[in-house]
């Protein structure tokens, strides 16, 4: 499995592509089915070993033990970040100067000073004790929603870590919050990882996406919590379509097509399966699904996936194309949304 520049994901076409081993537990609060997996965690890991030449980070995946910020069953959006590169966890390819650290679970970290921010923690104390081991500072609680599987780790990190700060949406109600963050608030970690703040609402009406870029030369990533999965989205919990139409077709949809899209389950093969009733000619679709069953079968996680891949396989982000209004016999992009969740909500695939 390789990256080549920028960083991205290997074809998953024909079966090959980024990914690093991960564990599951069950699925939350975000009303999808969680037969496949539930929860994205970080219980086994690939180490990963390096080889560069002609421009290209080459990385292996093998399972090995618990490794950087390993847990079984904690919400955990597999990411490490540093100054120069975002990307997958453990067997990730991480593009860039400087050097290659396997990390793992819902984790951005700046290389340069070791100051590192969690995205929805669950288990603190084994984040707190592996942080410790690898000399990591804990600085920053990224919170997405207020649902106990993201947000249910909030109040035990702080009493561990009592000057970390707490990041959620204003309106969200989000346990252990001690900074309330609104649409388009820019927050910093270390010298070199800037994070933006994007209003999501639907799922829960303060629903926080959090947009990471590095230094020039890597893609960003975007970490969505349960508006927007691979090759789905959230339930419409506290919000309407147009709230979700303009979560994932403008605000996330406008992101650049390489930014690495961190969710907050593993539903891809569900996913996959219900958008090809939707969608049954669409080539990329059925490519994608055949890929994904492989990683499952594996043991592997679909996760990450890119604007760009969800462009062409999310039939929720597809709303806009005509072909696919036809399909579920509307005539705007809003119904077509609207009817697509409500397929999706009664299908028992």
Known sequence: MATGKGGRRGNWGNGRG????????EGGLDGERAGEGGTVTGEMGGGG????????????ARRRRRNWFGGSGATGHGVAARATSVGMEDGD???????????????????????????DPVEPHKILRVAQENGVDLKLV????????????????????????IF??????????????ENGDKLSLGTGIDILCLHTPCHTKGHISYYVTGKEGDDPAVFTG???????????????????????????????????????????????QFASTVEPDNVRISQKLSWAEQKRHTGLPTVPSTIEEELETNPFMRVDLPEV?????????????????????????
């Open 226 to 272: 349960d508006t927007l999965f691979v090759a789905g989205c959230g339930k419409f919990f506290e919000g309407t379509a147009e709230q979700m139409y303009q979560s994932l077709c403008v605000t996330l949809g406008s992101l650049p097509k390489p930014t690495r899209v961190y969710c907050g389950h593993e539903y891809t093969v569900k996913n996959l």
């Open 168 to 181: 959620g949406g204003s309106v969200d109600n989000v346990q252990g919050c001690t900074n309330k963050v």
């Open 49 to 60: 070993r390096r080889s560069e030449g002609s421009g290209r980070v080459v990385v292996w």
């Open 142 to 165: 990224l919170t997405t929603h207020h649902h106990w599987d993201h947000a249910g780790g909030n109040d035990k990190i702080k009493q561990l870590v009592p000057e970390i700060k």
């Open 93 to 119: 390819g991480l593009r860039g100067k400087g050097r290659w650290r396997p990390v793992r679970g819902g984790r951005i970290i700046d290389e340069a000073t070791k100051e590192a921010a969690v995205v």
């Open 18 to 25: 980024r990914g690093a081993r991960l564990g599951v537990g």
């Open 325 to 349: 209004q036809e399909k579920v016999s509307c005539k705007s992009p809003v119904d077509a949304l609207r009817e697509i969740r409500q397929r999706k909500d009664n299908w028992r695939g």
